[in-house]
């Protein structure tokens, strides 16, 4: 026979004020650990978008991104003679995008406009809608001979002056009056913080005789190595990347920032772990007598150091639990949104954090195994009470 | 017997507890003066900042649209008898990068002449200055780059820049820069840049940014609205914008990190506040007859009060001892760089960080002994010694 459940979840509330603050200890460190976990997992939700591998980003040889490439017209046309690039079923036309990135400030929603953040605004054409895949316009998007733009959803949220009907003064002389007539969504990648008008017209407002880069799509089967060799090699001269790669070399600055993260939560669940086997060491001497006598009515080593571990998940789930909501009302209350620069495009990846089942699910995983391994030196020490001395101690 | 006595033979009693309780303790603890050394440096940069009255002057529509260079002469004609206003350095964004690696500098192309004046922190000697002048590839790089990449005053580098025209240049080092800030800093002679723009045909003549050396902090607010005003409704619209104001958009940009540490300092303290006073709790339960008979044999209540908290204090004493000496020492031997936050590319853990910690750390101590002191003071020992513990 086992001992019952009820019997240790009872003794927790033996000692109110011990349980309670272990408790809290437990719970302000899940809360931190579930924190950093929906920061990554949204940050990484943001950049799975750009994982795409058959779509290539060309840019100036020497550029480091888009906003500091400048692609002359003549030399975006030499793609022209790829052959792997993947073209529109009904026009034949090859699905290559030329694009210009400029970059505008505009305050931010979250601190009252304290700060302002540095917003990409992308020259397209009508090629761009088949070449990213994912932006799907919500609404209308500009018309070509108008000054419009289409702004992304994250972008419109997280930065002031970006709704529709809004006017934003753009171009080199800052005095080009462009209206924001819709949103679009981008399956909530990157591109989701980014403002979007016509290529032409943006060219010609901000001076600019120059693409910044082209996007293109790959056709099916062909091997985005070949084609880099190709464009990079002697005919075309350009530098060529995956998106993949592009984006993993723009989050290197973000990855920095997720480790300092990582170490200062590891080091917290270590000081959780001692907190936890301090408090259970406190109740295996304070329940000396007793475990003697449950060892003297039959109950093996086993039942015990089982039994004493159980009781540290139990503190351990009720601390997760507390830690989990904690962090979910902090995101509620003191906001979700955040937005980070890549590493050399200085232009914002606007995101939310979201807490995913998932997270939840990790955060609770991993405070149990906390609760075990604070327990283990403890219970294991309750199972080998020495069970005569210990009976006859007062 | 004295207190200081009976405070080891507790702390003696239990080992693995006190053990337990301070490797609790010294664990967020190393956490927090890491994040508060990091927070210090960042209110010393912004300090340091605001005692250097510079106000920036931007394109209001983006830091990426240039400005003429003429302007110059237009913000210095608004004083020009030089009240408030010292001196206007232009200043070009060159994204220098040292050849064969991925690190870009903070490489900015300056006006040579004002340059001394509006970065007089710098601490320009003045033979550092008279070979600045006379040399138009002179350059200044933070101490950061130069220990990285071995560069030493007097030698030449090169630098190739990623932004059109993608130009690579040679310079020669004239000084190296020490302050923490400036680690991954580089400046250099604009007139240089743009000679070199000339040479292969890139019409210029522009800049990103101008920084102004003010006399006195209302000048300063002064001009910020003057000069805002002055150029509103013409081609080239400013922004102007102290130092502070300008860092902290890029501070929000990197992820918030000061925001982030700060948050982690607050989490950090109430841990260990909880770790502290759950510890206190238990050896207060244990204890309750052994007050009890200190009591009996005439101990005053004030006397015993004191025992139970400067046993918390001294727990948490010895606990942030413990965690934050060695943090401290590791960071200051091994400092941590490279790291792209703001304006801070090193953090080392100033004397300030380590005692706010121990004294952050006493305070908590203090705190979560109170309510078991509390209670020992007003233990009735007839009760307590019937009690069976």
New interface residues.
């Given amino acids: 026979m086992a001992l019952p459940i009820s019997y240790h979840w009872r003794n927790l509330f033996v000692?109110k004020?011990?349980t309670l603050?272990?408790v809290?200890?437990i719970a302000?460190?899940v809360?931190?650990f579930a924190w950093m976990l929906g920061f990554a997992a949204s940050l990484d939700r943001s950049l799975s978008q750009a994982r795409d591998e058959t779509k290539l980003l060309v840019l100036?040889?020497?550029?480091?991104?888009e906003?500091?490439?400048?692609l002359p017209v003549d030399e975006y046309n030499n793609l022209n003679q790829l052959d792997d690039i993947a073209r529109d079923p009904t026009t034949n036309e090859p699905l290559l995008s030329p694009e210009m990135m400029?970059?505008?400030?505009r305050p931010?929603v979250r601190?009252g406009g304290?700060?302002?953040?540095?917003i990409a605004l992308r020259g397209v054409t009508e090629a761009a809608f088949k070449v990213h895949r994912t932006v799907q316009p919500t609404g209308r998007v500009f018309s070509a001979g108008a000054q419009e733009v289409i702004v992304g959803v994250a972008a419109a949220q997280q930065f002031s002056g970006l709704n529709i009907g809004d006017t934003l003064?753009?171009?080199?002389?800052?005095?080009r009056h462009y209206t924001v007539v819709g949103y679009f969504t981008a399956d909530k990648g990157p591109a989701e913080s980014e403002v979007w008008g016509y290529l032409p017209s943006l060219m010609n407002a901000y001076n600019r005789t120059m693409y910044s880069s082209a996007s293109l799509r790959l056709k099916g089967g062909a091997d985005p190595k070949k084609v880099i060799e190709l464009i990079e090699g002697p005919k075309i001269q350009l530098s060529a990347q995956t998106e993949a790669q592009y984006w993993q070399?723009q989050s290197?600055?973000?990855n920095?920032?997720l480790r300092?993260?990582k170490v200062?939560v590891a080091?917290?669940c270590?000081?959780?772990i001692?907190?936890i086997?301090?408090?259970m060491?406190?109740m295996v001497?304070?329940r000396t007598r007793e475990i003697a006598m449950l060892r003297t009515i039959g109950f093996s080593r086993g039942q015990i150091l089982s039994g004493f571990v159980l009781e540290s998940v139990f503190l351990s789930i009720l601390g997760g639990l507390l830690g989990c909501v904690g962090c979910i009302a902090w995101l509620y209350v003191m906001g979700n949104t955040?937005?980070?620069?890549g590493?050399?495009t200085?232009t914002?990846l606007a995101f939310e954090i979201h807490l995913t089942p998932t997270n939840l699910t990790c955060a609770l995983g991993s405070v149990i195994v906390v609760g075990v391994i604070g327990a283990w030196i403890p219970a294991m020490r309750a199972s080998r009470v020495a069970v005569v001395t210990a009976l006859r101690e007062? | 017997m004295t207190i200081t006595y009976v405070l080891m033979q507790n702390l003696k009693r239990n080992p693995?507890?006190t053990m337990?309780?301070a490797?609790?303790?010294a664990?967020?603890m190393?956490?927090f003066v890491?994040?508060i050394s990091l927070v210090v440096v960042l209110m010393k940069v912004a300090a340091h900042n605001e005692q250097e009255l510079r106000l920036g002057v931007r394109?209001?529509?983006?830091?990426?649209?240039l400005l003429p260079e003429g302007m110059r002469r237009k913000i210095e004609a608004l004083d020009p008898d030089r009240k408030q206003l010292r001196a206007v350095c232009g200043m070009r964004w060159f994204?220098g990068?040292v050849p064969d690696t991925?690190n870009?500098l903070t490489s900015l192309a300056v006006d040579a002449d004002t340059f001394p004046v509006v970065y007089d922190d710098v601490g320009m000697a003045p033979e550092d200055t008279a070979k600045w002048m006379a040399d138009r590839t002179a350059c200044v790089a933070g101490s950061g780059v130069a220990e990285q990449y071995h560069w030493k005053v007097g030698g030449n580098i090169e630098l190739?820049?990623?932004?059109?025209?993608?130009l690579t240049l040679r310079f020669k080092i004239v000084k190296i820069m020490t302050s923490a800030d400036r680690g991954n800093v580089f400046y250099f002679r604009r007139d240089y840049l743009e000679e070199s723009y000339q040479a292969m045909g890139f019409a210029s003549s522009r800049v990103h940014i101008f920084w102004i050396k003010c006399s006195t902090a209302e000048g300063l607010r002064a001009l910020q609205a003057q000069i805002d005003q002055t150029f509103a409704n013409s081609?080239?619209?400013t922004?102007s914008e102290d130092e502070n104001?300008f860092a902290?958009?890029?501070?929000?940009?990197?992820?918030?990190?000061p925001g982030?540490m700060q948050a982690?300092a607050i989490?950090?303290v109430?841990?260990v506040g909880?770790?502290a006073?759950?510890?206190m709790?238990?050896s207060f339960?244990?204890r309750i007859r052994e007050l009890a008979v200190f009591k009996a044999i005439g101990f005053q209540s004030g006397r015993i009060f004191t025992i139970v908290l400067a046993e918390s204090a001294m727990l948490s004493l010895i606990g942030s001892l413990a965690g934050v000496l060695p943090t401290a020492a590791l960071l200051t031997l091994v400092p941590i760089r490279g790291?792209?936050m703001g304006p801070i590319s090193s953090v080392e853990v100033s004397p300030v960080a380590v005692v706010v910690s121990i004294g952050i750390a006493l305070i908590v101590g203090l705190a979560a002994g109170l309510l078991p002191a509390y209670q020992a003071m007003r233990l009735r020992s007839v009760d307590a010694l019937r009690r069976?513990a």
């Avoid at chain 1, 906003?67 to 400048?70: D, E, K, L, V, Y």
């Avoid at chain 1, 955040?338 to 620069?341: N, Q, R, S, T």
């Avoid at chain 2, 190739?160 to 993608?166: D, F, I, L």
């Fill in positions: 000692r004020t011990t603050l272990t809290l200890v302000a460190v809360g931190v100036k040889r020497g550029a480091t991104a906003t500091n490439s400048a400029v970059q505008i400030s931010r601190d304290k700060t302002w953040g540095n003064e753009l171009g080199y002389g800052n005095n070399t290197a600055s973000i920095t920032y300092i993260t200062l080091v917290m270590l000081a959780a001692f907190s086997a301090n408090t060491f406190s001497a304070g955040k937005d980070m620069f590493s050399s200085f914002t007062p | 693995l507890r337990l309780t490797a609790a303790f664990l967020p190393a956490v890491a994040a394109q209001k529509t983006s830091l990426t649209n994204g990068r991925k870009t190739e820049s990623t932004v059109p025209p993608y081609p080239e619209e922004k104001a902290a958009n890029f501070t929000q940009a990197g992820g918030d990190i982030l982690m989490v950090v109430c841990i909880l770790v006073g759950n510890t709790m238990m339960r244990e790291l792209r069976i």
